[in-house]
C-alpha cells in the first residue's frame, strides 16, 4: 500500500506541475500580429499554388516591406489523418505537403500560419482537433508552423476556458513559439479569461464587406464594419502588449469604396486590432495596396504602448476617436459614419481628452501639438488653432499629435 501512496503522489506531483509550467509563449505579438488569412477573399478554395503565389505578391507589393508577416492558411486544407491518428494536408490541393509549403513561405521572410477547430469538425466539415490536440500541436510545430487560428464550430457544449486552455498547453508542449489566435467568437467573453491562454481573442463573430450591415445566415449572423466597430464598445480595458482583442480580419480590398477600406483601416488601427488582411494579394488595385501599406497609419497600430483606442466625442454621425501613443503621442480619427459630408470645426484647446486606462491626457491648452495628417501625408500646423475641414460621408481624417 505505501508503494501505491508513494506512486500516485509522484503522478500527482508531475500533473500538477505539468499544468502550473504549461502556459502561453511569452514574447510574442508584443504588437497587434499582421499578415494575411485566406478566408474573407477564398473560403475553402485554398491550395498550395494560392499560397506560394500570395506569399510571393506580399513581398513584392510592399507589404512585408510595410509589416505584413503571417501567412496563415483557414479552413479546408486538410486531408484526413492517418492510421496512427496524425492530420495530414488534402494531397490534391497541398501535393507538396505543409511542411514544403512552410518552407516557401519562410525563405520569403514570412511566418506560416494555418487553422484548426476545438471540434472533431471544423466549420468547412474538415477534421477538427477535439480529441488529437497534442498530436496536432506536434504535427503543426514539425511544419514550422508560426501562428494558429483556433476556431469554435461544432463545439457541442464544451467549456470554452477548457477547450482553448487544452490547445495552449499543447502549443507550449511543442517548445516552438507560436501565436496563438482564439476564434470563439466572444461567445462566452474571452476577454475575460482569455490573456494567459492566447495571443489575441475574436471579440465578435465573422465580418464582412459592407460598411453597415448585418447578414443573417440562419443561425449565426455575419456584420459590416461599423456593426462590428460598435461591438468593441469597453474591450480596451483588455488589450496591452501580448494580448488583442481582434474584432476579425480585414475586408479592404472585398469590395467596398476606397473610403470605406480606408475609414475600415483606419479604425482598426486606432483599435489596435490585428491587421491581418484578407483580399487577394496578386490582383489587387493600388489603392488598396495603397490602403494597405500606409506606413504611418500602421506605426499608430504598431505603437508599442499597445493602447486601444476609444471614441472621445459624438455628434450626429461623427465621431472623434483617440489612441494614446508612445512618447505621449496620440493618434486622432474623425470617422464620419453617415451619408452626408460633415464639416469639422474643432478647436484642440477646449477639448481635453482623457484615458483614465493608460492614464493619458491631451491637454492642448498646456501643451502645443504638431500635427500630421497620416493619409495625404502632410503636415497640418499645430494645434493653437482649430481644425477647420470637411469629412467625406464614409471616410476619415486621421492625425498624428506629436510634442
Not at 73 to 97: A, Y
Not at 179 to 193: R, Y
Request: net charge neutral; aromatic share 10%.
Amino acid at each position: 500500500m505505501p508503494i501505491v501512496k508513494t506512486l500516485f503522489g509522484v503522478l500527482f506531483l508531475f500533473a500538477l506541475s505539468s499544468s502550473i509550467l504549461a502556459q502561453k509563449f511569452d514574447g510574442l505579438a508584443l504588437t497587434p500580429p499582421m499578415g494575411w488569412n485566406s478566408w474573407n477573399k477564398f473560403g475553402c478554395d485554398v491550395d498550395e499554388k494560392l499560397i506560394r503565389e500570395t506569399s510571393d505578391a506580399i513581398v513584392a507589393s510592399g507589404m512585408k516591406a510595410a509589416g505584413y508577416e503571417y501567412v496563415v492558411i483557414d479552413d479546408c486544407w486538410q486531408g484526413e489523418r492517418d492510421s496512427l491518428g496524425f492530420i495530414r494536408s488534402d494531397p490534391k490541393r497541398f501535393p507538396s505537403g505543409m511542411k514544403a509549403l512552410g518552407d516557401h513561405i519562410h525563405s520569403k521572410g514570412l511566418k506560416f500560419g494555418i487553422y484548426s477547430d476545438v471540434g472533431a469538425k471544423t466549420c468547412g466539415g474538415r477534421p477538427g482537433s477535439r480529441g488529437y490536440e497534442y498530436q496536432d500541436a506536434k504535427t503543426y510545430a514539425s511544419w514550422g508552423v508560426d501562428y494558429l487560428k483556433y476556431d469554435w464550430c461544432n463545439n457541442e457544449g464544451l467549456n470554452a476556458v477548457g477547450a482553448y486552455t487544452t490547445m495552449r498547453d499543447a502549443l507550449f508542449s511543442t517548445g516552438r513559439p507560436i501565436v496563438f489566435s482564439i476564434c470563439e467568437w466572444g461567445d462566452n467573453k474571452p476577454w475575460e479569461w482569455a490573456k494567459n491562454i492566447g495571443h489575441l481573442w475574436r471579440t465578435t463573430g465573422d465580418i464582412t464587406h459592407c460598411w453597415d450591415c448585418e447578414e443573417n445566415h440562419g443561425t449565426w449572423s455575419s456584420f459590416g464594419i461599423m456593426r462590428i466597430l460598435d461591438k468593441q464598445k469597453g474591450l480596451k480595458i483588455h488589450a496591452g502588449p501580448g494580448r488583442w482583442n481582434d474584432p476579425d480580419m480585414l475586408e479592404v480590398g472585398n469590395g467596398m469604396t476606397v473610403s470605406e477600406d480606408r475609414a475600415h483601416f483606419s479604425m482598426w488601427a486606432m483599435l489596435a486590432a490585428p491587421l491581418i488582411a484578407g483580399n487577394d494579394v496578386r490582383s489587387m488595385s493600388n489603392e488598396t495596396r495603397e490602403t494597405l501599406s500606409n506606413k504611418e497609419v500602421i506605426a499608430v497600430n504598431q505603437d508599442p504602448l499597445g493602447a486601444q483606442g476609444f471614441p472621445a466625442v459624438s455628434e450626429d454621425g461623427l465621431e472623434i476617436w483617440a489612441k494614446p501613443l508612445s512618447n505621449d503621442a496620440w493618434a486622432i480619427c474623425f470617422l464620419n459614419r453617415s451619408k452626408e459630408t460633415k464639416d469639422v470645426n474643432f478647436n484642440w484647446k477646449e477639448n481635453l481628452i482623457k484615458d483614465d486606462f493608460a492614464q493619458k491626457h491631451l491637454d492642448a491648452k498646456k501643451v502645443t501639438y504638431k500635427i500630421r495628417d497620416l493619409w495625404s501625408k502632410r503636415d497640418m500646423g499645430t494645434t493653437e488653432k482649430p481644425l477647420r475641414t470637411v469629412v467625406p460621408p464614409h471616410d476619415v481624417l486621421m492625425f498624428r499629435l506629436t510634442k
